[in-house]
């Protein structure tokens, strides 16, 4: 089955600095890769996803790269927030499976 | 991912009891999935259902068990075989049509045995 690694397990970024997440996945067939926001005791929420069909997605301070060849994709915050702090989870699916298998987390804090 | 709700927020259980989560959604979606998510892991798959009447395990599903009777609701039962059931579930449910559905978590539930 897939396999997601992702790192760093925690990050910690002064306001205003950019923070980077990377994820590995193992199965090529791969075609789906969302990311997710859980701030403590509260759901996981869809913050940007991107398909197979695309290196590059933006929203506002937020993108996600993706290089199948190498079968890993990231995730940029720019112009870090306090509010930006929270557990971020990667994932990825294909179509046969229909299923999304989640990296362990990072632990995003922003420094004020 | 308003639409989509989990009862109790906090549950507490006894050893040796079985204990049933409730997950219901109104969004029309027609798959559900269960997680599992332990303290500094990831999110893992117990059940998932893509269509009503039917229903297939996930990485985790040793000691759970489902029903799918309504497209609406997708109950979780955590049976006295699971050994280490002290977790927070989660709940989600997509539109069934792609592989690139978007997945929506309900707001979970916390189980502590006592």
């Known amino acids: 089955g897939e396999n997601v690694e992702q790192h760093p397990s925690t990050l910690s970024v002064q306001e205003g600095d950019s923070a980077v997440i990377k994820c590995t996945y193992s199965?090529?067939?791969?075609?789906?890769f969302p990311w997710y926001k859980q701030e403590l005791g509260k759901r996981p929420q869809l913050i940007i996803d991107i398909r197979s069909n695309v290196g590059e997605k933006k929203d506002q301070r937020i993108a996600v790269t993706l290089n199948k060849t190498a079968k890993h994709f990231s995730l940029h915050i720019t112009e870090t927030q306090p509010e930006d702090s929270a557990v971020y989870f990667c994932a990825a699916s294909f179509s046969s499976a229909r299923q999304l298998t989640f990296g362990s987390g990072t632990q995003l804090t922003v420094l004020p | 991912d308003g639409g989509i709700t989990q009862s109790p927020k906090y549950l507490f259980r006894k050893e040796g009891q079985n204990v049933t989560l409730s997950c219901e959604q109104n969004?029309?979606?027609?798959?559900m999935y269960w997680y599992r998510q332990d303290p500094g892991q990831g999110l893992r798959l117990i059940y998932y259902?893509?269509?009503?009447?039917?229903?297939q395990k996930g990485d985790i599903a040793e000691g759970y068990s489902v029903s799918r009777e309504k497209k609406e609701s997708f109950p979780l039962t955590v049976t006295s075989a699971q050994k280490n059931p002290t977790a927070f579930y989660l709940c989600?449910?997509?539109?069934?049509?792609?592989?690139?559905?978007?997945?929506?978590f309900g707001p979970g539930t916390r189980l502590t045995v006592l």
């Open positions: 989600a449910s997509s539109i069934y049509r792609a592989s690139t559905d978007t997945q929506y």
């Open positions: 969004l029309n979606h027609d798959a």
């Open positions: 199965d090529s067939a791969s075609n789906y």
């Open positions: 259902s893509q269509i009503v009447n039917d229903f």
